[in-house]
DNA sequence: GTCCAGGATTCAG
DNA sequence: CTGAATCATGGA
C-alpha cells in the first residue's frame, strides 16, 4: 500500500554509538512525539517536512529519506549530536559524588537530549499536560493530519501557526484535545504574528526565555522547561513532571517538596547540565530502577526558605 | 465506575 | 501569597 520510494540506507557516523534499545529511549522516550517503531528496529519519523527512517548501526546510525529528498544529513548530524558535543557536558554532571545519577548515566550511556524544531516542541508540549506519551502522539499525529501540509501516505508535517490560529473547532475537535485546544488556539495567535519568534527567543538567556515562553496560553512551567530544554537546546533547563517528582522524591529522599522548590535543586545540584541529568533520571524512573529508596544515601540537604522576587523589569 | 496521565489555570482562603 | 478545584479525553 506504501506508495513511498526510499534512497538507499545512508550512515551517519556518531561519536558515541546509540544502541537499538538506547534509540528507543531517544525517540519515544517523550522528547519527540513525531516517531514510530517500526519492524527490525527502523524507526521512521516526520522531522519538518521530511519522513525519515533510521536504524541503529556500527558506529553511529543508519538513515535514508524519501527518493530525490536533498540530503539531509547536516540536519540528522544536529539532531542527534553526532559531533558528541553532549558528551563533555555529562562528565561535568556530579555523577562522581551522586550514585543514584551515576547509576542513571550507566543504565542509559549514551542518552541524548535531540535537538528538535522549536515550533515542534511547543506544539507537542502543548498537549501534554495531564496526558500519557502515548496520547500525545496520538494528538500531535491529528494536528499534522487534520491541518498540515500532506508529505506522503499518511504523513503530514505539523500545521503553522497561522493554520492552527484559523483552526475551526470542529477540527480542533477531531484532534481530541480537550482543554489543551484553547492552549494551542492561543499560543497560535500570539506566534502568527510573529515570524522571527524563534530567532527572538535564541537571542534571550535561559531565564529570560522561559519567562517568555510561560507568557503564552497552556505555558506554565513545566511547558516551558521542555521546549527551552528540546526546542532550544538549553541543557540546564530542568523540567519537573510527575516522573522527577517521583525521582526525587524517593531516590534523593525530598520528599513533599514543590515542583518550583525540586527545580531549584536540580538546578543548583545538577549544574550546567542539569536538563541532561533530568533526562536521564526521567528514563531511570520510567524503567523502574529508582523504585527502591532504602539503598540510596544522598548527601545532606537544605532547604532554603527564601522565596524569589517575581519581579521584571 | 474509578483513577490517572512529561500540567496549566482559576478560584478560595 | 498558597493550596485545592477544575479542566477534556482516553486507557488501564
Redesign the pocket.
Known sequence: MSSVVWTAWRHLPLVQEVPAKLLQEQLD???SFRWQGLEDGIWRGVLGNHLIEVRAASGGLDWRGRQGLHDAEPMLRVYFDAAGEQALAVDQLPWRSDQVLAAALKSFSGLRILRHDPHETLIG??C?????????K?MVAALARTMGEKIVDDYYALPSWSRLARATDTEL?AC????????IR?TAKQLEVRPHWVDEMQKLSTDELLIEL?A???????????VA??GFGRLESF????????ALASAYQLKGW???QLAGFGRTHFGGAAGLA??Y???AA?AGLLSAPAEVKPRPLKRKSK?S??RRG
Open positions: 522516550g517523550g522528547q508540549f502543548l501534554s499536560s495531564n496526558k500519557r506519551i502515548l496520547q500525545i496520538v475537535k481530541a484535545l480537550g482543554y489543551r485546544a484553547a492552549f492561543g510561560q503564552l496560553p497552556g505555558v506554565g512551567p513545566k511547558v516551558a522547561a521542555c530544554l528540546f523540567p519537573v513532571d510527575t516522573w522527577v517528582v517521583q514543590k515542583p518550583e533530568q533526562q533520571l526521567f528514563a520510567r522565596r522576587p517575581k
